[in-house]
């Protein structure tokens, strides 16, 4: 089933995997365009005071902004980017706007899923390790 809400350049469907759910491009993206300025709520306490499912969908706000304590959950299709690393998707805070910017790191076609990296620095698409799965106890699934 495909979730298509007005004009959005995305799409929600099933992967087909262990994944579940992913988000699709409905058109294609350059390098640099933003895909998605997904609005934040910000909550004021440390990730660990989160129940343990919470944790595994919020952003760390002051990690992103470097001005605020807390944990950002991202509304719109934030919370559904799956991980890949090296991903197609960064993101960076707006604090000001109070959102997440997603935004193309490379060229992405029409039909293509989009994701984040859950280890990457900063929202960067490139990690090294998997600290995100250690610290939330759980393997990784391609």
Request: charge should be negative; glycine fraction near 10%.
């Amino acid at each position: 089933m495909h979730l298509k809400i007005g004009a959005a350049p995305v799409w929600v469907q099933d992967t087909g995997t262990p994944r579940g759910r992913g988000v699709f491009a409905a058109r294609d993206f350059a390098v640099g365009e933003v895909v998605e300025r997904a609005p934040v709520l910000v909550l004021d306490c440390s990730h660990y005071d989160l129940p343990p499912l919470l944790q595994k969908y919020t952003f760390s706000w002051k990690g992103l902004t470097g001005v605020h304590e807390g944990q950002a959950i991202a509304l719109g299709y934030g919370g559904l980017y799956n991980h890949a690393s090296p991903a197609n998707l960064r993101y960076q805070a707006d604090a000001d706007n109070q959102c997440i910017l997603f935004v193309a790191e490379c060229a992405i076609l029409t039909g293509e899923e989009l994701t984040i990296n859950y280890n990457g620095v900063c929202g960067s698409a490139y990690s090294e390790n998997d600290r995100w799965f250690t610290a939330h106890a759980v393997a990784p699934l391609t």
